[in-house]
């Protein structure tokens, strides 16, 4: 027989401590990631972990809760209807001194076992109890509302992991292994799904990150700045440059010449020229050049 799709509960106490939550997690993504939906019920501890790491995966989910708003919860429009409060009925050894609220909480726990029609159980129940139940022969009033899920899944022969057992992690192993092993093709379709996802970051990982393009960049243009010889726009640019010092090197030399030349004329050559100042000139305006030997 050819199964459409899997399901497991992945609940259990309020109190689960934070490193069971986060192998919560990192399980509830892997299981999502495989295609294997999560049934759980929105209550804190547990059951939010094995719900963050279904989203982490943006894996499906069935998320039960006894009522609408439910610890803040987006309405997801799964609740338990009469055929769930039947059954709850039978798993409680105390069912008529509830109230409704409790009431429903169990009812919710027989969504996540069995389904909206209560026909489609999960292939396991995953979860963690302080007492460690996996069986309603064992079960106390430790394990607490979990308790419902464990007992039902028991009568229905759905296997039980929890992960306060030393045995959990192994069982786990084994049961994923085995359900991989299916023939789903929701599960087919999934595992297709992360081998392209695989390959994909496979590929994204070994091409060239912007970081180290904008390098090679900056290490080229380096390379061209610092190669000016081999350079024809540097090359133009050095030219008036030399071509300017050899001038000026030339220039100098011409004004030394022109010291030595004025240094051997005669005496009366070098007498500064008279000013007719009757003529109305000033010293301003004669031009400086007269004055300055050739400088």
């Known amino acids: ?19 069971v939550m986060s192998v919560m997690r990192d399980t509830a993504q892997r299981l999502a990631e495989a295609g294997i939906i999560l049934r759980s019920g929105a209550a804190s501890g ?5 719900e963050q790491g279904c989203v982490r ?12 708003g439910f610890n803040g919860h987006a309405d997801t429009e799964l609740y338990p209807d009469a055929k769930h409060f039947e059954i709850a009925s039978t798993l409680h050894p105390a069912w008529a001194a509830l109230s409704r609220g409790p009431k429903a909480l169990h009812a919710r726990n027989v969504g ?8 489609t159980p999960v292939a396991f129940v995953l979860c963690w109890t302080p007492d460690g139940c996996e069986q309603e022969a064992t079960r106390t009033r430790k394990t607490g509302g979990t308790g419902t899920a464990i007992s039902l899944a028991a009568r229905h022969g759905i296997p039980v992991i929890n992960l306060l057992n030393e045995s959990a992690q192994e069982r786990l192993e084994a049961m994923i292994n085995e359900l991989l092993n299916m023939p789903c093709p929701a599960l087919i379709a999934a595992a297709a799904a992360a081998a392209e996802r695989h390959a994909a970051e496979a590929e994204q990982k070994s091409a060239p990150q ?7 960049r900056n290490t080229n243009h380096a ?5 000016s010889s081999t350079n024809p726009a540097d090359s ?6 030399r071509g300017l010092a050899k001038d000026s090197g030339r220039r100098s030399e011409g004004v030394l010449q022109d010291h030595a030349r004025a240094d051997r004329r005669a005496p009366e050559q070098l007498r500064r020229p008279e000013l007719d ?19």
């Open 112 to 119: 996540q076992v069995l389904g909206a029609d209560c026909a």
């Open 1 to 19: 027989m050819t199964v459409t799709s899997v399901f497991y509960a992945g609940i259990g106490s309020r109190e689960t401590p934070e490193p």
């Open 277 to 295: 100042l009757s003529a109305g000139h000033e010293p301003d305006d004669i031009p400086e050049a007269k004055y300055d030997f050739g400088l």
């Open 236 to 241: 133009m640019r050095e030219l008036p440059e």
């Open 57 to 68: 995966a943006s894996g499906p989910s069935e998320i039960w809760l006894p009522w609408k």
């Open 210 to 216: 912007p970081q180290e393009i904008k390098n090679e």
């Open 46 to 50: 547990a059951d939010t972990a094995f």
């Open 223 to 227: 390379d061209i700045e610092n190669s």
